[in-house]
């Protein structure tokens, strides 16, 4: 089966932009989650969807921060505007509702310039 | 919440070696322990798993074992090889009757195996 795909795969974009990350999870997977690793600091929590549903959005930095999941499918995480300290690799996960275990994506890497 | 400290954060060793890398926890409810291989340019990826009611796990060279007393749990690989070379993460997590958790990870462990 497919893996989880996030692109872009590298994002470069001066403060006050806005970027849009991208997440397509394994298929038939309903659960959803975002992270972000910050450099040399763990990967920390940001939020997660059950199908199209926001289950737990506790981890999200600020009001900058948006994430969407129209339609269960692919999700999408936007950052307006883009500020120095959002830089940091922005990793996606997908679980079966009783699976076993995430399947990581790739991660993009934002850097804020 | 849960904070999850993990020693080292770097650690070289020799081919052939055994390496150790060690974490602590601080929610005593969190019963579910993860371990994640990063090699570079990819995701984390899940390699070995223990729970609460498990003392040790073991698949082939590598080894987790978990101390609920002292909330402390090791990621031991044995021979090692230099594919093993990646960022290793620990995490800790209540899991979900439903089989869904989130996870607090450690900061990372950047193991190098040099040939």
């Known amino acids: 089966e497919a893996g989880v795909t996030q692109f872009p795969s590298h994002s470069v974009i001066e403060k006050g932009q806005t970027v849009t990350l991208r997440c397509d999870p394994i298929?038939?997977?309903?659960?959803l989650y975002w992270y972000r690793r910050v450099m040399g600091k763990e990967i920390k929590f940001l939020l997660h969807?059950?199908?199209?549903?926001?289950?737990?959005e506790s981890g999200m930095p600020n009001n900058r921060f948006l994430a969407e999941r129209t339609g269960g499918t692919y999700s999408t995480l936007k950052v307006q505007p883009a500020e120095l300290e959002d830089s940091g690799v922005y990793f996606c996960?997908?679980?079966?509702?009783?699976?076993?275990?995430?399947?990581f994506g790739s991660g993009t890497r934002l850097t804020v310039v | 919440g849960e904070n999850v400290e993990q020693h080292p954060s770097t650690l070289s060793v020799q081919e052939g070696d055994s390496a150790v890398i060690k974490c602590t926890y601080s929610d005593s409810a969190s019963n579910y322990f993860p371990w994640y291989k990063q090699e570079l340019g990819k995701g984390p990826q899940l390699i070995i798993d223990i729970r609460s009611n498990v003392g040790e796990k073991k698949d082939q060279r590598i080894a987790v074992t978990l101390n609920k007393t002292a909330k402390h749990f090791s990621l031991h690989i044995t021979e090692t090889q230099p594919e093993d070379s990646a960022v290793y993460f620990c995490a800790a997590s209540r899991r979900w009757a439903g089989g869904s958790y989130i996870p607090t990870f450690g900061r990372g462990t950047s193991l190098i195996v040099h040939p």
């Open positions: 298929s038939g997977h309903d659960n």
């Open positions: 996960a997908s679980s079966h509702a009783q699976g076993s275990g995430y399947t």
């Open positions: 969807f059950v199908k199209e549903s926001k289950q737990d």
